[in-house]
């Protein structure tokens, strides 16, 4: 549950990770117990993270402040969902439609032979095809 990794856990116990792979082999109990281990919190971080994009609702302490004086109440609040939050989701869910990167495959030589560019921006895209251009020899 603390994300570690095999080799980690290995040093941990004091074994080599040749040992530790074994144990995880031979032992199914072992290597069920680890892998529900970091199963777990991953999906409680996905949890987390699909709270964050689309916002939650809490019940938060809220000082009021009345003729008697202040007052501590009970409130629901609203937390909006977080564009980061909302970005990642998407970027990682439907990478086809939100990723931030896209490939363009252009003609090269032959079509057997495209050139591929991989690019952020637009503005990237046109330097990389200037870029492609031979300069003309120099008549001066």
């Known amino acids: 549950m603390r994300g570690l990794s095999d080799d980690e856990m ?9 040992l530790m792979e074994s144990w995880r082999k031979f032992y199914p109990e072992f290597n069920k117990a680890i892998e529900d281990g970091r199963s777990d919190p991953d999906l409680q971080v996905l949890a987390a993270l699909h709270k964050n994009a689309i916002g ?7 000082v009021v402040r009345t003729r008697r004086g202040a007052q501590i109440v009970t409130a629901k ?8 939050a909302q970005r990642y989701w998407l970027n990682n869910r439907a990478p086809e439609h939100w990723k931030d990167r896209h490939e ?3 003609g ?18 046109i330097n990389s095809i200037i870029n492609m251009i031979p300069p003309r020899p120099d008549n001066g």
Do not use: C, Q, W
């Open 77 to 84: 609040v609203f937390y909006p969902g977080e564009t980061a």
């Open 56 to 62: 939650y609702e809490r019940d938060t302490d809220v």
């Open 108 to 125: 090269g030589n032959g079509k057997d032979k495209p050139l591929h560019i991989v690019v952020e921006k637009k503005e990237e895209l």
């Open 10 to 18: 290995a040093v941990m116990m004091g074994v080599s990770d040749k």
């Open 104 to 106: 363009h495959a252009i």
